[in-house]
């Protein structure tokens, strides 16, 4: 069974970086697309960048295109996200997400293009979801 874990997190200052790691067991991701979410308390969780099962492509959110990178890290059987130039308003709860190749993956990346109307991705419980990690940009 797949497990997910997210690390890396912590208080940034603004305009400084992170790198994020999504760290499975259990299954190896290099097979699987990955996703990178982020929820503020009170708001949807929404999708900030995917990669592709292997083979495709990433996509970003406008909120982070630019100063954001997801990649696989095969050897930690890891997907890691750097984000530079941190707003305070990158503050929030940072969740990883794995699904197979197929619809699953389509409705993942679909959420990269652009926000879905009425979907919160919180409640895609067939996703395979890491617990999330803090991170708080303040001075």
């Known amino acids: 069974q797949l497990h997910l874990v997210e690390s890396g997190g912590g208080l940034v200052q603004p305009g400084g970086s992170l790198r994020l790691s999504c760290t499975a067991s259990g299954v190896s991701l290099d097979e699987l697309a990955i996703g990178w979410f982020r929820q503020v308390p009170g708001q949807a969780r929404e999708a900030i960048a995917c990669?592709?099962?292997?083979?495709?492509?990433?996509n970003y959110a406008s909120s982070v295109k630019g100063r954001s990178s997801i990649s696989r890290d095969n050897a930690k059987n890891a997907v890691d996200l750097e984000m530079s130039g941190l707003k305070p308003e990158d503050t929030a709860v940072y969740y990883c997400?794995?699904?197979?190749?197929?619809?699953?993956?389509?409705?993942?990346?679909?959420?990269?293009?652009?926000?879905?109307?009425?979907?919160?991705?919180?409640?895609?419980?067939?996703?395979?979801w890491g617990p999330g990690i803090q991170v708080t940009v303040s001075s």
């Open positions: 997400a794995a699904v197979k190749a197929g619809p699953d993956e389509l409705l993942l990346i679909r959420q990269c293009v652009g926000p879905v109307p009425g979907l919160d991705a919180s409640s895609l419980d067939f996703f395979s």
């Open positions: 990669l592709a099962s292997p083979g495709g492509s990433t």
